[in-house]
């Protein structure tokens, strides 16, 4: 009536194309009887609820943040998706997604019953800017004074002064101008008191008096538990040594030039002090003095593949050694007797072995510190060939009948006579050893261990080869007539 109808109203089907009353009108052609009946067609274009606000924000505290749209259309006919271009969703299996990246945030969700979707976005804002420390570099002190380091300039925040070297706060540290009173390197934390984030910055403190400084010379290694340390002593200077490494012993700590005992396994390190009349330790300098260890040479099995004659290997793989293996000084003791052994360098090797012969191949190597030869260990590296090609297929079933054909259960590996000493061991489904053979000749026959034959069934064998490696073929086989 006041509808709209798409297509042809003569026939007894419609779509409608907007809300109205329509009306259906059957007439019997034969009688002329009619009957009507009409109904209302009404609009659902109701679309879902997305609640998000514009905003969030995430900072140096706050790393993730929670998309709150709790308040948007819920339930089974109300499913949702939540999505990002550039942001990171950690959640987003309820109407509360957990983010912890800046970006836009998109959330549509869909009304089931009409098929009508809404979306609705926040943007998520990172606010992870560090505080700017505004600090010079270095600073210089009077021998008997003090200073006040400025940050002042910095922006505001919550600050923390340490003494990372050296240096003394006497008062301020945990303001933008500390007051110190001794040479050093300090050290301020900053943490922003909006966002959380943090920024450190150094500056080195000095004598302002032109005095000599402290030199304790290169570091250098030694051999043994012991050394000698030499630092320089100005005139009118006193000096002193102090160890900072514990356990390492000085033998007189005043003198520039002193015996060191007692060294620590890798780097020990000694500081040389100078002082005079005004300024105590004004200056300093700090020495590494490294105790060499011995290298700890591993023994070596390497193995060939199936089907190869060659090796290729590192005897360092599975050595402990102190650096790499330029600090080495590498010797071979011993060198095999048969086969080609070639260097790769830097202690990696390619082995042939003769093809004719299954062998085991052993020889032994010896490694020093290159800074301390007398610092050596030993290894054996044993080379493993068992002289097999790819193993052959073996027959799964066997027709022991005299008719030359598949009587017997077959190895091709065996049909040279190389390895003479093969065991053959055959099991019944219950695991019970049914047939033992050692010196096997490819002739059973589906008998046991006394000769008789053995019911027609499926059984399990373990070939075992008379090589170092022990080589084994296992399978099954079915005996039949």
Known sequence: MDGEIEGDPNLPFADAMKAGTY????????????????????????????????????????????LDASNSSDGADFPFTWNTLSGNILDSSSLIAEVDLPGYYYLIIKNETNGCEAIDSILVIGDTLSPMIVLNPTDSIGCS?????????????????????GGNI??????????????GIYEITLVSTDNGCTSKAQTEVVFAANLPP????????VCDLEGQVIGNLPANITGRWEAFTPGAGLEDVSAATTNISQL????????????????SDYSSDTIAVTLEVAPDAQDDVFSAQPGSTEIFF????????????SD?????????????????GDGRYRFQFPSENASVINFEYEICNIQCPDLCDQATVELRYDGLDVLSEVPNVITPNGDGLNDELFFEELANGQFQNAELLVFNRWGDEVFRAQGYQND??????????????????VLKFDTAGRKVIKGHVTVMN
């Open 145 to 165: 004074g003090e200073l006040t380091i400025d940050a002042s300039g910095s922006d505001a925040g919550m600050a923390t002064w340490t003494a990372v070297q």
């Open 23 to 66: 009306s259906l009108v059957l007439r019997n052609p034969i009688t002329g009887c009619s009957d009507s009946t009409s109904f209302l067609v009404q609009e659902n274009f109701d679309e879902p609820i997305v609640a998000l606000a514009d905003t969030a924000y995430i900072d140096c505290q706050e790393t993730m943040t929670e």
């Open 264 to 279: 620590q396994q890798g780097r020990n390190l000694f500081v040389w002090f100078l002082s005079d009349a005004d300024c």
């Open 314 to 325: 590192d005897v360092f793989a599975n050595d402990v050694i102190s650096g790499s293996v």
């Open 214 to 221: 402290a030199e304790a010379g290169d570091d250098f290694s």
């Open 170 to 183: 006497v008062a301020g540290s945990t303001t933008l101008m500390p007051t110190v009173n001794q040479p």
């Open 328 to 344: 080495l000084m590498f010797d071979l003791l011993s060198t095999p007797q048969i086969g080609v052994l070639e260097s790769q």
């Open 444 to 461: 059973w026959r589906g008998t046991n261990n006394s000769g008789k034959e053995l019911p027609h069934a499926t059984y399990y064998y």
